[in-house]
């Protein structure tokens, strides 16, 4: 497959790091054919930021949403807006690094593949980690998911999936907050999908740096361990 990449990014609040992502991501990605990015009702500048970066950049397409609803929801709205063949998700902050999801593009042009994950662990050794609570959190999650779907993947938390449009955009998505990636991955594993890992770089921040995920979504995701793969 050549992939036609559309990006989907959630925004809130991130006005510190917004232009520069977006910078990145046009920069690493010249062959990007869209940036849909869905402002989650921030109450900083990341709206008008947004706003004049689409007016020099066509590819990048801004929606608008009244209110903070969460970034599932976000995703929710920018998932059905995209019309691209693979869609990937990309955080407003610098966590992730915009180069690596070519190193994702060119699985889907090598293998027939439904989605690739960006894994932060698979070079664990060799990178380490700022935070080790969230590095735990994020192992205990991904054990428990494997456990009821029967995947073997590294880092289920992960922000850096792709997956073919069709799919994705076929997807019902239910779950709150940050439970996308508990919800999709149950989806993608009950669709038989050949789901590949690759390892991408990672900078963690701290929750001073804005940071927004909590013990609350821990909880929240085990529920949702439970909820998308047995029931």
Excluded at 21 to 41: R, T
Excluded at 94 to 119: C, H, T
Aim: hydrophobic content about 40%.
């Amino acid at each position: 497959m050549e992939p036609r990449l559309s990006a989907v990014m959630p925004v809130y609040n991130e006005s510190r790091t917004l232009d520069k992502v977006l910078s990145l991501v046009f920069k690493a990605v010249p062959d990007i054919y869209e940036v849909v990015a869905v402002d989650d009702g921030s109450k900083d500048n990341s709206r008008e930021i947004l706003t004049e970066y689409a007016s020099k950049e066509p590819r990048l397409k801004v929606i608008f949403q009244a209110e903070n609803c969460g970034k599932t929801a976000a995703l929710r709205t920018g998932i059905a807006a995209t019309t691209g063949n693979v869609i990937i998700i990309q955080d407003a902050d610098l966590e992730y690094d915009p180069q690596d999801i070519n190193k994702l593009m060119q699985v889907f042009r090598e293998k027939e593949v439904d989605a690739v994950y960006g894994s932060r662990f698979m070079n664990w050794r060799e990178h380490g980690s700022r935070y080790t609570q969230h590095y735990l959190a994020n192992k205990t999650l991904t054990f428990l998911s494997n456990l009821f779907n029967g995947l073997k993947l590294t880092d289920v938390e992960t922000c850096y999936k792709a997956v073919r449009g069709d799919l994705l955009r076929a997807m019902p998505i239910n779950s709150k907050r940050f439970g996308f990636e508990i919800e999709v991955t149950a989806y993608l594993a009950k669709k038989k999908s050949i789901v590949l890992e690759l390892p991408v770089s990672y900078a963690g921040r701290s929750y001073s740096e804005g940071k927004k995920i909590g013990l609350k979504d821990g909880l929240m995701a085990i529920w949702y361990i439970l909820k998308y793969n047995l029931f």
